[in-house]
């Protein structure tokens, strides 16, 4: 597994074999290959439709989502986007299908607010490791800062090492506020490794777990380890 979509991700496709469709993820450029049963395939004109809609973010970690057409009931999770919802019922169609949403939603911010972006990572606190993940279930380094960013209103890559060819690099660690990306390499040279930085010299990343550690200008100082775990390459600000 290479990566995860989330219910209201929007994919084109572009090419079948047996079962299998091969799709371009409309956020990233991301191309992958999914289990037909994965996905509603739809026609051009639903499509256009759906890409100019406003969306939403899910803000629970878990929330149900109720099919009130067959009455079945599915979860979603944080960062699922929900388009022309009604705000008063949480009520929305999607692809002839009437829904109702029993969580909380937000809009995409217009303008980082830093104190929202710092409590969205905390909510992934303890979060598996998941390589290719990006859900409160499961979810690697990559993938977390790219749904943190995503709900506050800047969208990232997927990959670390695309990752870090965005923002302004600081010179120093101590240039780095609450929010900034930084970029861990390994023996070769090459980027493997992102999480988003906390006060005091601190850093909350996806690595066994979502967890926070001492970093400092050598890289992330694991106190249960009492060692380095990660090589600090640079630390980006992104707005």
């Known amino acids: 597994m290479v990566t995860q979509l989330l219910f209201g991700d929007l994919m084109e496709i572009k090419g079948r074999k047996n079962s299998w469709i091969k799709i371009r993820c409309i956020d990233d450029n991301?191309?992958?290959?999914?289990?037909?049963?994965?996905?509603?395939?739809?026609?051009?004109?639903?499509?256009?439709?759906?890409?100019?809609?406003k969306y939403s973010y899910s803000e629970d970690l878990v929330a149900p989502l109720l099919n009130t057409s067959d009455k079945s009931v599915q979860t979603i999770v944080m960062g699922s986007k929900i388009r022309c919802i009604s705000t008063n019922t949480n009520e929305f169609n999607l692809v002839g299908n009437a829904y109702k949403l029993e969580g909380q939603l937000r809009s995409p911010a217009k303008k980082l607010n830093r104190n929202q972006l710092i409590e969205d990572a905390f909510a992934y606190l303890?979060?598996?490791?998941?390589?290719?993940?990006?859900?409160p279930m499961g979810i690697d380094c990559s993938g977390f800062t790219q749904m943190v960013y995503a709900m506050n209103g800047i969208p990232?890559?997927?990959?670390?090492?695309?990752?870090?060819?965005?923002?302004?690099?600081?010179?120093?660690?101590?240039?780095a506020e609450e929010g900034d990306l930084a970029f861990f390499d390994n023996s070769e040279g090459r980027i493997t490794h992102?999480?988003?930085?906390?006060?005091?010299?601190?850093?909350?990343?996806?690595?066994?777990?979502?967890?926070?550690d001492?970093?400092?200008?050598?890289?992330?100082?694991?106190?249960?380890?009492?060692?380095y775990s990660h090589s600090l390459r640079i630390i980006k600000k992104l707005s």
């Open 214 to 227: 001492r970093i400092d200008h050598q890289g992330i100082f694991r106190d249960d380890l009492n060692d």
């Open 194 to 212: 992102v999480g988003i930085m906390l006060e005091r010299h601190r850093i909350i990343h996806a690595s066994g777990k979502v967890r926070v």
């Open 126 to 135: 303890n979060t598996p490791y998941l390589w290719g993940g990006k859900t």
């Open 156 to 175: 990232l890559p997927r990959d670390a090492s695309q990752q870090a060819e965005s923002g302004h690099a600081m010179s120093f660690i101590e240039e």
């Open 30 to 53: 991301y191309i992958a290959w999914v289990d037909e049963k994965q996905i509603n395939v739809i026609d051009a004109s639903q499509y256009k439709k759906l890409s100019n809609q």
